[in-house]
Nanobody, 115 residues
Framework: QVQLVESGGGLVQAGGSLRLSCVAS????????MGWYRQAPGKQRELVAT???????NYADPVKGRFTVSRDNAKKMVYLQMNSLKAEDTAVYYC?????????WGQGTQVTVSS
């Protein structure tokens, strides 16, 4: 069982930056592909970015070039650096830990971008 706790959300003006953090406990962190997802009001949860145990990254098209995902295996942390934020980035952001047969979610952190 893996527990995930996100932090770092908040209110920011368009064009600004935020860094989200997620700390994991339980499980063997290095085995998991870690990811960030988001869900805006009235919309389905969508992928933002993932990072594998080996450090390979994948980004959704809307955030490419603006967001950067990273991980610190020693600290069991995953980060999402968000730059050049837009109003459409407003959502609850969720941390995810995934194996082929199971996945875990954090409670989410709200990011609001004012235009």
């Amino acid at each position: 069982q893996v527990q995930l706790v996100e932090s770092g959300g908040g209110l920011v003006q368009a064009g600004g930056s935020l860094r989200l953090s997620c700390v994991a406990s339980g499980g063997i962190f290095i085995l998991y592909t870690m990811g960030w997802y988001r869900q805006a009001p009235g919309k389905q949860r969508e992928l933002v970015a993932t990072i594998t145990r080996g450090g390979s990254t994948n980004y959704a098209d809307p955030v490419k070039g603006r967001f950067t995902v990273s991980r610190d295996n020693a600290k069991k942390m995953v980060y999402l650096q968000m730059n050049s934020l837009k109003a459409e980035d407003t959502a609850v952001y969720y941390c995810n830990a995934a194996l082929p047969t199971t996945q875990y979610w954090g409670q989410g952190t709200q990011v609001t971008v004012s235009s």
